[in-house]
């Protein structure tokens, strides 16, 4: 599986944005997909994941209420739906794909390459 990741850019804090990450190949419905970042000089940290059916989702409790992760297998494609960004949600921003749900980072196989998110105050 290939992951690109698209959609992320400079937003103010309170704004919104959505980040698609595209996959190719055909067995995209059959692994979970979650969504990961990095800020500067810290480790990646799990944001969110979604199962395969797209009937489970669990966030970390930073973005609990305010990120939404959803899936199209006919398109290939997860998003991330962020409302209310904060300063610190400033990231890159990636996502992965595993064949276990879970947040932890050993559990994905396939990472994409990443898209930038930036809030100012």
């Known amino acids: 599986v290939q992951l690109q990741a698209s959609g992320g850019g400079l937003v103010q804090a309170g704004g919104s944005l959505r980040l698609s990450c595209a996959a190719s190949g055909r067995t995209f419905s059959r692994y979970y997909m979650g969504w990961f970042r990095q800020a500067p000089g810290k480790e990646r940290e799990f944001v969110a994941v979604?199962?395969?059916?797209?009937?489970?989702?669990y966030y970390a409790d930073s973005v609990k209420g305010r990120f939404t992760i959803s899936r199209d297998n006919a398109k290939n494609t997860v998003y991330l739906q962020m409302n209310s960004l904060k300063p610190e949600d400033t990231a890159v921003y990636y996502c992965?794909?595993?064949?276990?749900?879970?947040?932890?980072?050993?559990?994905?196989?396939?990472w994409g390459q990443g898209t930038q998110v930036t809030v100012s105050s």
């Open positions: 992965a794909a595993g064949n276990t749900y879970g947040s932890a980072r050993h559990l994905y196989d396939y």
């Open positions: 979604i199962s395969w059916s797209a009937g489970n989702t």
